[in-house]
């Protein structure tokens, strides 16, 4: 039976197995892997599964399945969790760039954690309002490396998250790829909590790094923080995004957090 090593990483509570097919190139197709391994209590378990292969452009290509087995173009904890284990494992230095299908990034590892360089965020809409089962929900909308729908609320604990974050990450404005549904409560001028539907988990996160800059990237465009920086509250832990602004155009989007490599172990493949 064909065995696959792998490390286990977690970044603010989002978990992943984490792949090296750079040392050795495994050939395999990995959305089947994805969705094989990363079912709960049948399975490893994970949010979803991160592939480290060779790219002649940067230190290393890129490449996430979520845990339905489909390919995102980009995932923030993801991204620090990679490297990390890019660090670790030598295939990179302290600072380095990958390859991702949303673009080359940058990060850098130091000790007030992982920092990595988001692609600019795009197609910025705000005020969208949404026929949702006989009501209107007023959301807006933001693309930070993937496509994020973002719901304000003054009591996050109460939001249904799961129910209605699965009707708007399916809503026809929104079709037909469908998008991240986050949750926002204002805390303070540079301070947010935020809950999480995911695209491709099928339900909410314990957090999400490019959740957490769609809300402070969105929040500050509509005035509710001040920038240029936001703290972040996920149920997983604190997430930092810094940037630059100019009229609306948003620059240098950085994402700071922590990350843990929690196991390594060996997957067997079924036959």
């Not at 750079?22 to 399975?43: G, N, Y």
């Not at 949303?102 to 005020?127: R, Y």
């Not at 999400?208 to 240029?228: D, K, Q, W, Y």
């Not at 009229?247 to 957090?257: E, M, P, Q, S, Y």
Request: proline residues 4%; negative net charge; aromatic residues 8%.
């Amino acid at each position: 039976m064909r065995k696959i090593p792998f490390t286990k990483m977690s970044a603010t509570g989002n978990d992943f197995i984490v792949i090296n097919d750079v040392s050795v190139q495994h050939h395999l197709d990995w959305s089947a892997f994805a969705a094989q391994v990363c079912p709960r209590k049948v399975a490893v378990g994970a949010d979803g599964v991160l592939i480290l292969q060779h790219d002649d452009e940067a230190d290393f290509l890129f490449r996430i399945f979520n845990a339905d087995g489909s390919e995102a173009q980009m995932c923030g904890n993801g991204a620090r969790c990679a490297a990390v284990f890019a660090f670790d494992n030598g295939l990179a230095g302290s600072s380095m760039r990958f390859t991702t299908l949303a673009g080359i990034i940058s990060a850098k590892i130091d000790p007030d954690g992982v920092s990595i360089q988001m692609t600019d965020p795009s197609a910025l809409e705000h005020d969208i309002f949404l026929s949702l089962h006989g009501r209107e929900e007023r959301v807006h909308s933001i693309n930070t490396g993937v496509p994020h729908a973002l719901v304000y609320t003054d009591n996050l604990s109460r939001v249904p998250v799961d129910t209605l974050g699965r009707v708007i990450r399916t809503h026809e404005r929104f079709a037909p790829e469908g998008t991240n549904v986050d949750f926002v409560q204002v805390l303070g001028p540079h301070r947010l909590k935020v809950r999480t539907y995911e695209r491709g988990v099928e339900a909410e996160t314990l957090a999400c790094g490019t959740g957490a800059v769609a809300s402070a990237i969105m929040s500050t465009h509509l005035g509710l923080v001040s920038g240029p920086k936001a703290h972040v509250e996920m149920p997983g832990g604190e997430l930092s995004i810094a940037f630059s602004s100019r009229r609306d155009a948003f620059r240098d989007v950085w994402l700071t957090g922590g990350v843990k490599a929690v196991y390594t172990g060996e997957v067997f493949l079924n036959p």
